[in-house]
């Protein structure tokens, strides 16, 4: 019952809706993108009904057969012609069977076992995950599973301590695997961590290989899994890593809509929802996801095709709207304020941002941390840089790639605009954050980075 | 970058752990957890640690009991004891005007208002 709960309901309505979006014949090697991302955003989904049916009233598998029969609905409708991906698609290259390029997927395999060896090491000494895990989401997700009607007793003013502002997504995906399962497990809340873990490293290595090639694909695995601080964010439990997930995907779908435009309103609508899965998982997603939507905006005023942009900002925007509508209402009807804001006043945040201190001290903390949040000597990032330098940027960049830059500059910007003023302590909150924030951004920054190479491999 | 990998992934995991408090807590509080009802109003909190200089032992109070919610501090009618020196239980109570309604062991309280 626990593995219908999760991954396999998730991940079927995920994998549907990416058939109905992307089509394909009945074994498609492109698969394991679909799985990967759909895993990802049929969790979201799920965690999205299963809190409409805390508010009906109603038990949560209800609400998980009628997403399966609309997922299933849309891929009898839309998704049984030939995959977009395939279509079009050159033949593989010889240089690709070259014996170096054949090391990269055996390196990539050999590092994705070791972090998987330090996943379930940390994962078996510390069930309940880290701090942040056990006292915010676990402790939510035991509110609203033991609590019975009375859940909104997850929100009480007595729990200030342990952010009950913060979204649901993850709370809400626990607690949805223990009703299935009549009772509490700690395999729920590492389960799910570990699903969006191994879904990062496969999207990204399956996006690559979509819109590049193989040996970049193995080589960006590389960079993301050998980071230990990414697989150990993963294993205690900590909502960093399906933020990074997202993101990730926003961006991928924005690059794969450019690419195959025969799919791009389809494909608009899944960027729209993993934006709104961004704001549905943690108070910075929303930050992340209103920098998302703003930049998409952007074609429909300045592209050459205008009409065609607003339509795809329109199915952008109605895939973001079922997360949007989950947000707004909790928000808006059951949290209290955000500790940030409500310990703000316009004057005290002002006598911050005139503080030029504090912008040196945010600045260090980004170069500094830059080099090191990986947990790894050999820092990812110079290697990355490295690696760039070798194949050189590609000119001119496509579109949706000069729209990603955007994207994750302004994001890196509007961090640091938020430790520019918010109240507290700016060392104590640098240090417990600053990393997890890089963790957020790396998968996309190296699927971003990859893409805007100039050469084939 | 794949052998700096793989050698600080299992570094990593081989590092020597620390004591892993959320998973005793759970055992600690089971019966006083059973003993208190799911729609009971909020209870208070004593220990002999004060919360401004640690307050992990009361997060994993409220982690254990949830969804009962634990206030910070003793002015409640019935009032939840977590001690590391259990003897020290009965003084700090009625110094807070409580009186001891069961004690579960462990260091476990369960005070309620004294009057």
Redesign the interface.
Known sequence: VGLIAFPLVPAVIGFLLLRAATAGARYCRHDLFRLALGLGLGTGLTSCTYFCSLLAGVNCIFFDAILLAIAAGLWFRFGRSPCIFCVGEPPARPIERQAPRKLLPWALAIVSLGACLLYLSLASQAPHGGWDAWSIYNMRARFLFRSGPAWQAAFHAELAWAHPDYPLLVPGSIARIWTYLSHESPLAPAGVALGFVLATAALLVTVIRILKDRTHACAAGILLVSAPFFTTLAAWQYADVPVAFFLLAAVALTCLEDRFPVSERRLACLAGLSAGMLAWTKNEGLMLMLVFTAFRAAPMFFGPRKRSEVMRYVALVTGASLPLACVAYFKLVLAPANDLIAGQTTAAALARSANAGRYIDVALAFANHIFTFAGIALAPVIVLAVYVFCFGIAKPLAPSLRLAWCILLAAITGYFVIYIVSPGDLTFRLTGSIDRILIQLWPSILLTSILTLNKPS | ??C???F???Q???AP?TP?P??LVDERFGELKRSLP??SP?VGYLGDIALETN?SGY?LT??AL??V????GAHRHLVVGNFARPALAPTLAAANGLVVLHSFGNGVFLFREGK
């Open positions: 970058m794949a700096a990998g793989i600080y992934l299992l990593a995991a081989a752990r892993y959320p998973g799911k729609d909020p307050p997060y409220q982690y949830a969804p919610v634990v206030a910070a």
